[in-house]
């Protein structure tokens, strides 16, 4: 299958895929214990139904339709459905609280929700009698008659077949096919618009560099509310691959790739972080830590893509000489999750690879990272004046600080906003100590802090898989709350704090920190979905802590 031989739009998907692929498998999901799967004929067969179960709902085209689910088969049958009936895709994430969920719906003017189960469900009827375009409610799994289920949707739209042909066959290419709500690390989320044209210029992108190839298992834990997921999932899909779908728990991630034996995993770096904690002992050159290393992963990795959030250089060459290679990218819900990419053809770790084939990549006079191409979204839902401060002539302002060297490759130096500026007028990245602390097996999150401040602090969070085992050894206690203050724990730390401090000047130190009571979480408020840190809201919950350690010892 050529380039020129992808489908137009995300619309055509299911039934051109079906014709080129037939009886193979498409997805792979776990049901009672077992792997089973759904081919590509069947893939088109369910995404149909949908599309027609919508058309007999009175979903009209370019109406938005939000799913509430994590990442499941269903997730996908949902999304092909609405984009063959000419309806736009508005992901929420499975995390969302009622209020994150009614501000979704309500400011994109969703019509139908589709929700993954009574606990989603739930979450909807709580804020219903105040989404007055919200039309229907639709569940995948069944809520004893509380709402229409997906099952009893598919079979309403039995004589809708030609409708849906005349609407999947009107889609084109510049037409808008997904809202992806960016989970902001400040203000309320703002609705990237992602149009058809835009997420399959990301299949050929994924082509072009050889990163999928026919055959392989892509291993899907993220959220399919994120474009970085839904990006992976259409690549695999057009090479014919499987798109095999982990269970939800986030401590079966590792095991589960290595049941499906994946040939492809998209994460985001603190998956790598918490496997490479199992072995930072260990000798990445010695072959008995190689081959336990692949076979953690199931023995047929090729390639992992760590994404969404930065990663440590040490971390990257540890995989890479134990022969199980992780590509650092960069990419943003703007950028259609594409942007620039480490390659088997092309790697230079600690940088972030070079702009992926179409895209162009130039630092602004103040050091911002530009890109512009094909994946670059059409603006925010609704929102011109946040889309003008962004898009400028087709130049998307990434917000990132960075560099480009002379073989092209792009090296992110920090964040604009995320720039500390102490008291003495020195302008710090926090990232970059941050990350090095969180190679720590005994550690898991950082805040570096102290903008305005004489000098910088931070907030550490302790890694349960790690320090627990540790502590009992010991013979300490046994849980986080009574670990964080105990002096051995704190003696531990602060071994992991002088050895960061010993790589940058005085200035850019860390002077004193402090030991918090549990991690942060998604639920907190404190990460979004992609386990990025949410440095306001951190802050904001433990003001206390952090004036403390500004006061006299």
């Not at 995404?47 to 269903?74: H, K, N, Q, W, Y």
Request: negative net charge.
């Amino acid at each position: 299958m050529d380039q020129a031989e992808l489908p137009r739009t995300v619309a055509e998907f299911a039934f051109l895929l079906a014709e080129r692929f037939g009886d193979r498998p498409a997805q792979r999901f776990k049901r009672d214990g077992r792997w089973l799967d759904i081919s590509y004929v069947q893939l088109r067969d369910v995404s149909a139904e949908v599309g027609r179960g919508l058309i007999a709902l009175g979903v009209r085209p370019g109406e938005r339709v939000c799913v509430l689910s994590d990442t499941r088969p269903e997730w996908t049958h949902v999304q092909f459905g609405i984009s063959a009936a000419g309806a736009l895709v508005v992901p929420i994430y499975p995390s969302s609280s009622p209020e994150e969920c009614e501000w979704v719906i309500g400011n994109s003017g969703a019509v139908v929700v589709i929700c993954e189960d009574a606990a989603q469900l739930d979450k909807v009827d709580q804020i219903r009698d105040r989404l007055p375009e919200l039309r229907h409610v639709v569940t995948i799994e069944p809520t004893g008659g509380k709402a229409l289920t997906l099952e009893e949707l598919r079979q309403r739209g039995e004589g809708e077949a030609p409708e849906l042909e005349r609407r999947t066959d009107a889609v084109q290419p510049d037409d808008p096919a997904l809202i992806v709500y960016t989970s902001g690390t400040t203000g309320p989320p703002k609705g990237c618009l992602l149009t058809h044209r835009n997420l399959t210029a990301c299949c050929r992108v994924t082509r072009e560099l050889d990163v999928l190839r026919p055959g392989d298992v892509s291993y899907l834990f993220l959220p399919l509310a994120h474009v970085f997921a839904q990006v992976v999932q259409l690549s695999t899909f057009s090479v014919g691959g499987v798109a095999a779908y982990g269970t939800g728990n986030p401590a079966t991630i590792v095991s589960e790739c290595a049941e499906v034996q994946a040939t492809c995993m998209p994460s985001v770096p603190r998956i790598f972080e918490k496997v490479h904690g199992m072995f930072s002992d260990q000798s990445p050159a010695d072959p008995r830590v190689s081959a336990k290393l692949r076979a953690v992963f199931g023995g047929r990795l090729r390639v992992a893509i760590s994404g969404a959030a930065p990663i440590a250089q040490e971390i990257l060459e540890f995989f890479h000489a134990a022969g199980v290679p992780v590509y650092e990218g960069y990419g943003m819900s703007e950028s259609s999750s594409v942007g620039t990419l480490n390659t088997v053809a092309a790697l230079k770790i600690g940088s972030i690879g070079r702009p992926v084939p179409g895209c162009e990549v130039r630092i602004a006079d103040d050091g911002e990272i530009m890109m512009r191409g094909p994946h670059i979204f059409a603006g925010y839902w609704d929102n011109p004046e946040a889309t003008r401060e962004v898009l400028v002539d087709g130049w998307l302002s990434t917000g990132d600080l960075g560099a480009i060297d002379e073989a092209g490759f792009v090296t992110i130096t920090g964040r604009k906003k995320d720039i500390i500026i102490t008291a003495g007028g020195k302008n710090i990245t926090p990232a970059n100590i941050e990350n090095d602390l969180r190679q720590s097996p005994w550690i898991s999150q950082v805040l570096l802090y102290g903008d305005r401040r004489p000098y910088l602090v931070a907030l550490i969070t302790l890694d349960p898989d790690q320090i627990v085992p540790w502590a009992r050894a010991q013979g300490l206690p046994a849980d986080i709350a009574g670990l964080q203050a105990h002096p051995s724990v704190r003696e531990l730390i602060q071994g992991m704090v002088d050895q960061a401090n010993a790589r940058y000047a005085r200035v850019e130190q860390i002077k004193r920190f402090a030991v918090l009571e549990r991690d942060f979480t998604v639920e907190t408020g404190e990460l979004t979905p992609t386990l990025k840190m949410k440095r306001r809201v951190v802050e904001q919950n433990y003001t206390g802590v952090l004036e403390r350690l500004y006061r006299p010892a």
